[in-house]
């Protein structure tokens, strides 16, 4: 059974420019959530869906990062312009619907440079 | 707000017993995970609580005190792939879930 897919697995680019990354959730799971990891300040929770539709964004740091879910399979993180402090691995994750309990299942991550 | 806290380095030895200890100070409290994460690659599910108490799955187990705001993960008979960063994370609201920084756990022979 495949489990969460992240592409690409490694990102290096200039400042400035646009970084798209893309996510494909486990088959079935209602919400996905986007993460950012760093070593200061850990694992933060970005933005997620349910059923498609954004429900939590106040993550998201400014107005340069975008996420959408155009349908059940795919979502995208936009950076638009890129700065070197959006250096980190984003995480993407999916879970079931239902209680809290539900634990989340992690991509392998995008492993950003902002140069 | 949220705040967690947790060792940020501990060392054991293999075949030993070792306790990851997290407080945590939250809002709208619904649940604690453990995940493990090793280095360079994605965090895993190991445990959750939100009952007092200890949840045992084999070789590990969680440990749950809402009254005290504390929580802790306990591994035994480690062994050296057990090396990882474990992360505490608290469930606030409906799913929005808030981790601590990650405790990086070195078991040496």
């Known amino acids: 059974d495949a489990g969460v897919i992240q592409s690409p697995r490694h990102e290096v680019t200039e400042m400035g420019q646009e970084v798209t990354l893309r996510c494909k959730p486990i088959?079935?799971?209602?919400?996905l959530f986007w993460y950012r990891q760093t070593m200061m300040r850990g694992l933060e929770l970005l933005i997620y869906f349910n059923n498609n539709v954004p429900i939590d964004d106040s993550g998201m740091p400014e107005d340069r990062f975008s996420a959408k879910m155009p349908n059940a399979s795919f979502s995208t993180l936009k950076i638009q312009p890129s700065e070197p402090r959006d250096s980190a691995v984003y995480f993407c994750?999916?879970?079931?619907?239902?209680?809290?309990?539900?634990?989340?299942?992690f991509g392998d991550g995008t492993r950003l440079s902002i140069l | 707000g949220q705040n967690i806290d947790q060792p940020t380095e501990m060392t054991a030895t293999e075949g030993a017993i070792v306790q990851i200890n997290c407080t945590y100070q939250?809002?709208?409290?619904?649940?604690l995970f453990w995940y493990q994460q090793h280095a360079g690659e994605a965090p895993t599910f190991l445990s959750y609580n939100v009952l007092d108490g200890l949840e045992e799955k084999g070789r590990f187990s969680s440990f749950l005190s809402r009254s005290k705001g504390y929580s802790y993960l306990l591994l035994k008979e480690l062994q050296m792939k057990d090396s990882a960063s474990y992360l505490c994370a608290v469930v606030a609201g409906a799913n929005n879930l808030f981790f601590g920084t990650g405790t990086r756990l070195t078991v040496i022979p």
């Open positions: 994750a999916s879970s079931l619907w239902g209680d809290s309990n539900q634990p989340q299942h």
């Open positions: 939250t809002s709208g409290f619904n649940g």
């Open positions: 088959s079935g799971h209602d919400y």
